[in-house]
């Protein structure tokens, strides 16, 4: 029973001193965490985006938030002056665009005429050079015949009045004798027959540049007909542009804001975080220094000092403490031990003494 006691008593304050201290730092714990959770909330206060109210010649923002500061909506309001420029504006354009898709209706004849060139081009791109040359001497030659066949009547006509009808002189040089006046009309149609064939080579060229610039005309015309479209809606456009431009810089106010409530959130943020990161030095600066317990650690000390255990011991045993260091009782190493300062103040006394 003696040595139960002493025991008893030892292992109670260690328990007891290990519960204080554990209590110490699970409250130094969650008074770190809380502090961490505001520096973080004072951080992301900084950094929310608040957009500036701006209001200029042409137009006004306006942003709207929730009772916890957060953007839910923003806005503009284009100035009187801009909105009745838009209002004359809108009936313009709206005229513009009708006149614009007429323009396929109007601009039809264009297209028309596009394809009948076309198929004119082909019908003269369908011969060759050398066949329409061949077609020419035809029909220049048709239409020689007539008059060659009236010279050489003629010329009958006058050898038989005339009684030179049989005459026939030599021409030297290897050449049969003819009549003088036969062969210089012979000759002369011959020299023409070389003539209309120097024609029909340059004819058969002119022909195929001819079809080919049929189709060109005809792509000309075809093109006229898209740019004629293309203009009609270009007084549409330009209205609509300056209806656009006019939105603009009634909007510029909007863009003004967000651009400074955007600045105004990136300092924020810097500042937000200088906050936070001092606040989280300081909440575990803090949480050391919480998480200790003097009493805790003082009561959790003596249950394990053997010379407390030692003089507790002999107390219970009917022995008395030799504080000269005979016996078995505190010797005077353990007056030279470490002490103990009641908390609270008070004199310092040895550990083996503390609550004796």
Do not use: C, H
């Amino acid at each position: 029973m003696p040595y139960i006691v002493p025991a008893a008593i030892i292992g109670g304050s260690s328990l007891l001193g290990g519960y204080m201290q554990g209590n110490a730092a699970k409250s130094a714990a969650n008074t770190s965490a809380q502090a961490q959770l505001q520096a973080a909330q004072i951080a992301a206060d900084a950094a929310k985006f608040r957009p500036v109210g701006i209001t200029t010649r042409y137009g006004t923002s306006n942003f709207q938030t929730d009772a916890n500061g957060n953007l839910i909506g923003a806005g503009y309001n284009v100035s009187p002056e801009l909105q009745n420029y838009q209002n004359q504006l809108q009936g313009l354009t709206e005229q513009q665009l009708q006149q614009g898709l007429n323009a396929p209706q109007q601009y039809a004849p264009l297209q028309t005429a596009a394809g009948g060139l076309f198929n004119l081009g082909q019908g003269y791109l369908s011969q060759s050079p050398e066949q329409a040359a061949q077609k020419y001497i035809q029909n220049q030659q048709a239409l020689l015949a007539p008059g060659r066949e009236q010279s050489w009547a003629n010329l009958a006509n006058q050898l038989s009045n005339s009684g030179r009808t049989g005459l026939s002189v030599a021409q030297g040089g290897g050449l049969m004798s003819a009549n003088p006046e036969a062969a210089a009309l012979a000759n002369a149609q011959a020299m023409q027959d070389l003539q209309l064939a120097a024609n029909a080579t340059q004819a058969g060229q002119q022909q195929t540049a001819f079809g080919a610039g049929l189709f060109n005309t005809g792509a000309g015309l075809l093109g006229g007909y898209q740019q004629g479209q293309v203009g009609a809606l270009s007084p549409f456009q330009t209205s609509l542009g300056l209806g656009g431009t006019i939105e603009q810089m009634g909007q510029s106010p909007l863009d003004i804001g967000a651009q400074l409530g955007g600045r105004a959130a990136t300092a924020g943020a810097q500042a937000g975080n200088m906050l936070l990161q001092g606040g989280l030095s300081a909440a575990k600066t803090a949480q050391s220094a919480n998480a200790f317990s003097p009493v805790g650690n003082a009561i959790q000390g003596i249950g394990t000092n053997p010379y407390f255990a030692n003089a507790l011991g002999n107390w219970f045993s009917g022995g008395t403490p030799n504080l000269n260091g005979a016996g078995g009782g505190i010797t005077s190493a353990a007056m030279q031990a470490p002490t103990y300062v009641p908390y609270g103040g008070g004199q310092a006394l040895p550990l083996g003494y503390a609550n004796l």
